[in-house]
């Protein structure tokens, strides 16, 4: 289709006249867009109307458009684009008493866009580039539509065979039963001329099957081939989409919608079963062709199992938790029995072994209450989910510890499986889908190391890792792009942390306070940032930056989006800022000394007449909860500047409450 490849660049410097004036409206531009390889495929050029020999293969071709648009028209999910293929096919049925009409008329089409093409290749060729340089705004799904369309040629291949067999089959039973016997040597005689005919008639019948037969092969080859391709992007396109998921946790934007998914899967599926009836009706083994096509919808049917809610990834025993599995091809589900679908809890050593033996592991390592649901149709959204309510894990089986590694570092998985009967195929195919990894707790005190055991999973593992691996080092850019991430989701918030604050967290990290240069590249260990205890403190890095997210979450979003909170930031750096800054000058920093903390540093005088940064005691959440910070830094009159030089009545003043007018008199008298 390379012509209307080159087209569409054109269509965006053409006159909206010129392109309404292109297409007519018995044959509109979405009829050009549909088929586009199809139509370049054929033989238009020898249309015209004193051909009137021509009209059959004309009235053939108009059939086929005809035919194509309602399987398209079948094939989308959308009424509005439905419902416009379905009219425009009813409408090309007024060429049907004039068939040479409609291909003189295809005929044109072409020729004018040529005419176009050849003009716009002279004026204004650094706009034209070559059709291989032109990528469709969805090539994959494109490359779905081709597909159907390489199938519907094999069904009308196929059709023809049929009739042209039972045409030829006519013609030799007449030729059996009126040339019984043998003609005059002479051979001028009129029957001896019919019977020359019907013999040539028979041996071009035979050749043009012949040449069917082979076209149909060839069909056949193509088309297993393009649902291979096809099914390969689809099953790269399901692996992202669980990749994009499995990133959310850090704050990763992801689209969850899984509808154009499960269109794409149910398309490939009606392909798949329409070329092995292709293949029954080809009236001869296909080993070949055969074994691919189950391979392919045994993989189809194992990828459109999906997690669409993962459950919590840290689970406390005892405690209720939801997850929801669904199935991209729920309607194409034989009816009959209820599909069940059983959930168990696995190690990391069991999901290891999943791809290589493809069976539910039989030792179980954990109790898993209320396990099993129902695989539900949904006919208002087509969904087809299974709803895991109310599970929760009684007891767990801990697996032999190496060294230092805690029980907050163990990672499980839930593994999801079931047996699934598809309309037409009577044979149960077993599959299964893990959920992404989970630290399993059984105490709240916990909760924070196995968070930090899922961040680092969820920030720094590689698509198609064996599970659950993950880098030991990895460097500090990478690092400070998910602090950032997860702090901005966590909050709510479009604040990200500046270069100060990621100075700060660097030398934080690394210990290294007095360094000033760049830390982009150095390697932070997953025992920094949360195995070890910093310096001095009793807690991680990790403990002290989600109770930051933690205050900032609950307490402090509006002053950190509104930029009133400095943040992170050292001492050194603090007093260099507020050296030569005016008395009662003051930022907001959070506390480096216990977790979840703020305070405020000032500007203040010194007993010999100079200066001094003094530092106020860090508010907690309990604190802001009694009272909240706008009020508090009413109250502290020794502060009136917010760094570096705003009046802080002027900045503060909508997060004060109670009586603010009264304060105001009574703050300047």
């Known amino acids: 289709m390379a012509q209307w490849s080159r087209m569409n660049q054109l269509f965006q410097y053409l006159p909206t006249q010129t392109v309404t004036d292109l297409y007519p409206n018995s044959f509109p531009i979405e009829v050009r867009f549909y088929l586009a390889s199809w139509i370049e495929e054929q033989r238009w050029e020898d249309f015209d109307l004193d051909k009137v020999d021509l009209e059959v293969q004309a009235q053939f071709l108009l059939e086929q458009v005809i035919r194509i648009l309602h399987t398209l028209a079948q094939q989308k999910v959308d009424v509005v684009e439905k419902m416009r293929l379905m009219h425009v096919g009813r409408n090309m049925h007024v060429f049907k008493k004039q068939p040479l009409q409609f291909g003189v008329m295809v005929r044109d089409i072409l020729r004018n866009e040529q005419a176009l093409l050849n003009n716009a290749t002279v004026n204004m060729p650094q706009y034209l580039q070559s059709p291989r340089s032109v990528q469709s705004s969805n090539p994959k799904m494109q490359d779905v ?75 056949l080859q193509e088309a297993v081939d393009s649902l291979d391709q096809c099914q390969s992007n689809l099953i790269t396109r399901l692996k992202t ?14 689209d969850d919608n899984l ?45 459109c199992l999906m997690a669409d809610k993962q459950p919590p990834q840290v689970i406390k025993t005892q405690s209720k938790f939801s997850t929801t599995v669904r199935f991209l091809l729920g309607d194409k589900v034989a009816s009959g029995k209820p599909v069940v679908v059983k959930a168990q809890i696995i190690t990391e050593t069991q999901a290891r ?79 299964q889908t893990i959920s992404v990894p989970l630290v399993i707790i059984v105490h709240g005190s916990q909760d924070h190391n196995a968070l930090a055991t899922i961040i680092w999973d969820c920030a720094f593992s590689e698509p198609d890792r064996m599970p659950f691996v993950v880098p030991e080092r990895v460097p500090w850019k990478e690092m400070c792009v998910t602090l950032n991430s997860k702090l901005m989701s966590e909050v709510g918030t479009c604040k990200s942390l500046d270069e100060y604050n990621q100075h700060f967290l660097a030398q934080k990290i690394f210990d290294k306070p007095d360094i000033s240069g760049d830390y982009s590249n150095m390697l932070v260990s997953w ?15 990790w403990q002290w930056f989600e109770g930051v997210m933690e205050l900032t979450k609950r307490q402090l979003k509006a002053y950190w989006s509104d930029g009133l909170i400095f943040g992170f930031i ?31 540093a000032y500007v203040a005088a010194s007993e010999n007449g100079g200066q001094k940064i003094q530092n106020i005691q860090p508010f907690t959440k309990r604190d802001l909860e009694i009272r909240c910070l706008g009020d508090r830094i009413r109250d502290i009159e020794n502060i009136t500047l917010l760094y570096p030089e705003f009046p802080k009545n002027d900045v503060f003043r909508k997060y004060y409450t109670g009586d603010y007018s009264l304060f105001i008199h009574t703050y300047y008298q």
Not at 167 to 192: A, I, M, R, Y
Not at 241 to 254: L, V, Y
Request: proline share 4%; charged share 25%; hydrophobic share 30%.
């Open 259 to 303: 509808s154009p998914l499960q269109t794409w899967c149910e398309t490939l599926l009606v392909v798949n079963l329409n070329l092995r009836q292709e293949l029954v009706l080809v009236g001869k083994p296909m080993p070949e062709h055969e074994e691919m096509l189950e391979h392919l919808l045994r993989s189809l049917l194992q990828s």
């Open 527 to 541: 025992t920094q940032f949360n195995k070890e205890v910093l310096p001095g403190r009793p807690f991680t890095f």
């Open 241 to 254: 989409w669980r990749w994009e998921q499995h990133k959310a946790t850090i704050g990763h934007p992801f």
């Open 145 to 219: 539509d081709h597909l159907v369309l390489k199938v519907q040629e094999l069904q009308n291949c196929r059709k023809n065979i049929h009739d042209g067999q039972e045409q030829l089959n006519l013609n030799v039973t007449n030729f059996e039963s009126e040339f019984q016997e043998p003609s005059k040597p002479n051979g001028l005689d009129k029957q001896n001329k019919e019977r020359q005919n019907l013999q040539r008639n028979i041996k071009q019948q035979e050749l043009q099957l012949q040449i069917l037969a082979e076209k149909r092969s060839q069909l």
């Open 353 to 431: 072994n999943l791809g290589q033996l493809g069976t539910v592991p039989s030792e179980n390592v954990g109790e898993l209450i209320n396990n099993t649901a129902i695989l539900e149709h949904n006919q208002s959204n087509k969904n087809t989910c299974a709803t895991f309510r109310n599970m929760s894990i009684r007891k767990i089986k801990r697996a032999d510890r190496k060294g230092s590694e805690s029980v907050t570092e163990e990672k499980f998985a839930l593994l999801f499986s079931t047996e699934i009967t598809i309309t037409g195929r009577g044979t149960p195919y077993k599959i």
């Open 570 to 600: 050292g001492k050194q750096h603090l007093h260099l800022i507020l050296q030569d800054r005016p008395n009662g000058t003051f930022l907001l920093r959070f506390s480096d000394s216990e977790i979840g903390g703020i305070t405020i």
